[in-house]
Nanobody
């Protein structure tokens, strides 16, 4: 019933840009904070960026100034715009929906791979 469908990802050279998106269905989108997490091999999953229903954002320190998160409530979609990519950004990027209003709910996307390499 609930789906978080991600698009984007792939192989990109250092210094270039890449965008990923996540479209949700089966949820009341306006009730959820939306976030992007990533997990690299041998490392713990970490929060990259998050945006609340009202538009408040926060970012992992290492991506500030390079990544931008945005949401379009009319399209039930959250975006992550990544620029000045570095090899250390290589990871699987997971879309997350975290319900803040009413009963707590949390859902995850499948996570496309982003590889930054020459």
């Amino acid at each position: 019933q609930v789906q978080l469908v991600e698009s984007g990802g792939g192989l990109v050279q250092p210094g270039r840009s890449l965008n990923v998106s996540c479209t949700a269905s089966g949820i009341i989108f306006r009730l959820y904070a939306m976030g992007w997490y990533r997990q690299a091999p041998g490392k713990q999953r970490e929060l990259v960026a998050r945006i609340t229903p009202s538009g408040t954002t926060n970012y992992l320190d290492s991506v500030k100034g390079r990544f931008t998160i945005a949401r379009d409530n009319a399209k039930n979609t959250v975006y992550l715009q990544m620029s000045s990519l570095k090899s250390e950004d290589t990871a699987v990027y997971y879309c997350n929906a975290d319900r803040l209003i009413g009963t707590r709910r949390e859902y995850w996307g499948q996570g496309p791979q982003v590889t930054v390499s020459s």
